[in-house]
């Protein structure tokens, strides 16, 4: 079955960058790779999404590596504000769309 | 835009019984996706429906249930409720679709079972 793999928990600095990686060894070329984050009693806030290239946006980026085995978000400036947990979600595109949702990395950051 | 509204924010049930939670999405959005997040299992997809018709489905017991109306307004039933349905039930709209598009979110629904 597909899977994504995340760390628990990372730590941070303020200011400084944060690498979030996520492996999903059974994804398939056509599953797209989403990022969502989500802070303490909200819902999650949508971040980043990709297939194969690199993608970039005002929020993050998201580098895929080229057998598409994993990926890594990455926040160029970690702020305070970024404490959340950051999840890592496939949509196989083989089962309708079906979403896979990983455990979550809890990041917070130091000031 | 007004953004995505779940009710009720909370709700108390007894064992046996059954739920219906409401999501209202983005005005022009034409997906609602449903999910389940418990402390332990995480976030897990229960459907998604798109212009009325469920379009995908995860792994859960037929005891969950959903459709959503001409407005896109959807609806989550679920039956004969038991301790572990205790979770907090999370709404998400977009215009097409969670696959290849962002998602929005609703505060979620805190359903306690006792």
């Known amino acids: 079955d597909a899977k994504t793999t995340q760390p628990n928990s990372m730590e941070s600095n303020e200011e400084e960058p944060v690498h979030l990686p996520c492996n999903h060894s059974?994804?398939?070329?056509?599953?797209?790779i989403h990022w969502y984050r989500q802070l303490p009693s909200q819902g999650p806030e949508y971040v980043i999404h990709g297939l194969t290239s690199n993608v970039n946006n005002r929020m993050a980026s998201l580098a895929i590596a080229e057998d598409r085995k994993s990926s890594t978000l990455i926040l160029h400036r970690a702020t305070l504000r970024d404490a959340a947990v950051y999840y890592c979600i496939l949509s196989l595109y083989n089962q309708g769309g079906k979403l896979i949702f990983g455990q979550g990395t809890e990041l917070s950051v130091k000031p | 835009k007004a953004g995505v509204t779940q009710t009720p924010r909370y709700l108390i049930k007894t064992r046996g019984q059954q739920v219906t939670l409401s999501c209202s999405p983005i005005s022009g959005h034409r997906s609602v996706s449903w999910y389940q997040q418990t402390p332990g299992q995480g976030l897990q997809f229960l459907f998604e429906?798109?212009?009325?018709?469920?379009?995908n489905k995860g792994n859960f017991p037929g005891r969950f249930s959903g459709r959503q109306f001409s407005n896109s307004r959807s609806e989550m039933n679920v039956s004969t409720l038991e301790l572990g349905d205790s979770a907090l039930y999370l709404c998400?709209?977009?215009?097409?679709?969670?696959?290849?598009?962002?998602?929005?979110f609703g505060q979620g629904t805190r359903l306690t079972v006792v």
């Open positions: 059974t994804i398939s070329g056509t599953d797209y």
């Open positions: 429906y798109f212009s009325e018709t469920q379009r």
């Open positions: 998400a709209s977009s215009s097409a679709g969670m696959s290849n598009t962002e998602a929005f």
